[in-house]
Structures are given as C-alpha cells and as structure tokens.
C-alpha cells in the first residue's frame, strides 16, 4: 500500500513527487509513467521560456504560479546548477492599432505585480535593432531554461529520498473504494490512499477511468516551430513577443532563444488529429473521432474561422509563415529557417467552446485531478506541485481546492 501514487512522469507530476517528500519523508510514494522515459510530451517539447505571468488574469493560479514560479524556478536552477538565462523579453506592437492593446497588457502586468517597463521606439530599437515595432513593453524577468534538464534533477531528488518511478507502466483501470484507490496497469496493479493525476495530454481520460465525468475535454494543439540558421541568430537579442490578439486563445509567433544557443521562431497552433501527434501527418482514428463528436470544439471553431484558417496556412505554407515572423524582424527570409521539432499543447475546451483559461483541478474521494496545465505550466510546476501538498491532509486525506 502506497500512500500517494502519482500519475503522469512529466514536470508536474515530478514536482508533486518532489514536493509530498519534501513535506512527508516518510511516506511511500510511486509515479507511474507510460512511456520509456521521463518527460517524454508536453515537458519534452517545451520551448523552455521561463515565464513571467504577463498574460494572465489577475488573481488566477496561472498568475500567481507564473510569478512566483518564475523566482523557484530560476533559485532551484541556481542550486543544482542547471543552465539557463534571464534574458528579458519584449512584447511588441507593430502597427498603430495595437497600441492600445499593448498598454492593456501592460496595465495587467502591473497588476500581476511585475517589474516591467514601457519602452519608445528609440528604446526598442537600442536593445533589439533588428525589431520592427511602434512601441514595446520589456519584461526583464523572462528567461530560458532546458526543462527536461529540471525534470531529470525532480527525478534524481525523488529517486534519492526514497521515492519509487515506473517507466513503462501505462494505467488502464482505476478504482476509488473508501480507504484507497486501486490502479491497474499494464504491469500490475498498484494501491494507495491517494492517487494524483498529472498525465498531461490524458488527463481528462485517468479523470473518466476514475468515474469522474467534466465540463471539459482535451483537444490537442500541434505548435510548429523553425529554427533560425546560426549565422542569423544574431537578429534575436532577447524573447521577442508579438501582441496577442484578444479575440484568439493563443500569443501568435514570436522568437524563443533556446538554451544552448539557438533561436526557435514559432509556433503556429493547429489542431492536432492525434493526441500525440508531433507531425503533421500524425493520425489516430479514436482521437479524431473523438474531437469530431464534442460539441465545445465546434463552438470553438466557429469563433474562430478566420484564426483558425490562417494558422492553417501557416502550417501548410512557409511562405505564411515567414510573412507573419517578418511583422516583428523585417529582415528574416525563408532561406534563414529550417523545420523544428513541433510539440503538442494540452488544452482543456469546455462544451460551450471556451478554453480553460486556468489550471484546472478537481477532487475525487481518492484522488486529485489536474486537468488543465498547459504553458506557464512548467515555469509554475514547483508552485504546482507545493499547492497540491498544501491542500492535502494526510489525516484527512482530502481536503478541497476552492
């Protein structure tokens, strides 16, 4: 019998590990994760920008999360000496009309309680010459980190201080009875008295296996990326940003610097037709049927028509592509780019079509359920993981999130 088995290997389900053994030393816990190895998805194609909490609603776990998580995030990088940058990033208007958009979000960043600056076009210019804009916000306190690198470190802490990880152990059944969950895998069945979903991209799915039946779904959507040829890596100084169109859920293309010294630019955001679906031709029948017969993606779909075809374009055509990147840095051509590796975004769509604007977390009679943890997920996954053990009672074994 355990007293806490973990679902999900990635940086989340880590942190969660980490954290209930940094609270509890003595407890007996197991993560159990499907694949071959350790954050093998949405923290294995992470971009690695260390966020800052810029975008997000004032009061929400993401900007908290992101805020405070960018501060544990950069000090536990310090202490176990993992690689990463604190190279600022701007956000960019590049045409009249988004000015006033960008001082919306300034004004939310200020209410996020972020240090950052207005900056003229003069000032723009002197930290990123190569920068189209009218005007910028800079966001000092943005960086780049490799996460999978955080996430071998979680996994050697939990493996040190008597934790217990299952590579290869895909759930297939789960039973919540009054004193403990049992979990039927592949290789065996495990018991605990608590069970902790972070299975990321099938989070939703471990939430119904559990007889818990959401407002929400998992739609997957595959973010593209080029990466800039070295010998033009030097037009990118910092993140560079482009305004968020308010009408549309995702931040548009921008340019990543990369730990180890390249430049990313992208992503576009597609609908992915498999849940784990890294290129373009990747298909499974079950996952697209299953996207075909929700009702929420339909009503996303249908308010976001024009979006949703032009980052289509974008995905079929480099040329699209490259016109939206040269709204930012005039001077990039198609010849300056060559394909990356794509990664896949869990995000949690409810059935009248909204996204998921926050973590999303439920709790069961045996079992926590995080199932919405898309981007910041990974800068705020030490908050994540601290938040979840703060809100359980090992006495109680539960206790409620709201």
């Not at 403990?180 to 065996?188: K, S, W």
């Amino acid at each position: 019998m355990y007293d806490f088995a973990i679902i999900g290997g990635g940086i989340v389900g880590l942190s969660v590990g980490k954290a209930l053994l940094e609270k509890y030393p003595t407890a007996k816990i197991v993560i159990l994760e499907k694949e071959k190895e350790w954050a093998s998805h949405q923290t294995g194609h992470n971009s690695g920008v260390i966020h800052s909490g810029l975008y997000y609603k004032p009061g929400s776990y993401k900007a908290k999360f992101a805020r405070l998580g960018n501060q544990s995030m950069v000090e536990f990088c310090q202490q176990h000496q993992i690689e990463h940058e604190i190279c600022g990033k701007v956000v960019v208007a590049t045409n009249e009309d988004e000015i006033p958009l960008l001082e919306n979000l300034y004004k939310r960043g200020v209410e996020n309680q972020l240090a950052i600056q207005k900056l003229s076009v003069e000032e723009l210019r002197e930290i990123e010459p190569h920068v189209n804009g009218k005007a910028a916000i800079h966001v000092p306190m943005a960086g780049i980190v490799n996460y999978k690198q955080v996430s071998t470190t979680f996994v050697k802490i939990i493996r040190e201080n008597g934790g217990e990880l299952r590579l290869n152990t895909k759930v297939e059944k789960i039973e919540e009875h009054g004193t403990n969950v049992e979990i039927g895998t592949n290789n065996r069945t495990y018991k605990a008295k608590l069970m902790i979903n972070c299975a990321g991209l099938h989070s939703d799915r471990i939430a119904n296996l559990a007889g818990y039946v959401m407002d929400m779904k998992i739609v997957p959507f595959r973010g593209e990326y080029y990466e800039i040829k070295p010998e033009k890596r030097n037009l990118v100084k910092h993140l560079i940003y482009p305004v968020p169109n308010p009408s549309f859920p995702f931040l548009g293309v921008h340019y990543t610097r990369m730990i180890g010294g390249g430049v990313e630019a992208g992503p576009n955001a597609v609908l992915s037709l498999k849940r784990e679906g890294y290129r373009k031709t990747d298909f499974h029948f079950g996952d697209f049927l299953e996207i075909m017969k929700y009702q929420g993606f339909w009503k996303l779909a249908r308010k976001n028509v024009k979006e949703g075809f032009e980052e289509i374009a974008r995905s079929m055509n480099k040329k699209k592509f490259v016109e939206s990147l040269q709204q930012l840095i005039p001077e990039i051509t198609a010849n300056d780019l060559v394909s990356a590796p794509a990664g896949v975004r869990a995000q949690a769509l409810k059935m009248d079509g909204s996204l998921v604007d926050d973590f999303y977390i439920i709790v069961g009679k045996r079992s926590v359920h995080v199932c919405n943890a898309p981007s910041p997920a990974a800068t705020a996954s030490l908050q994540i993981g601290k938040e979840i053990v703060r809100r359980l009672s090992v006495k109680e074994h539960l206790s409620t999130f709201y």
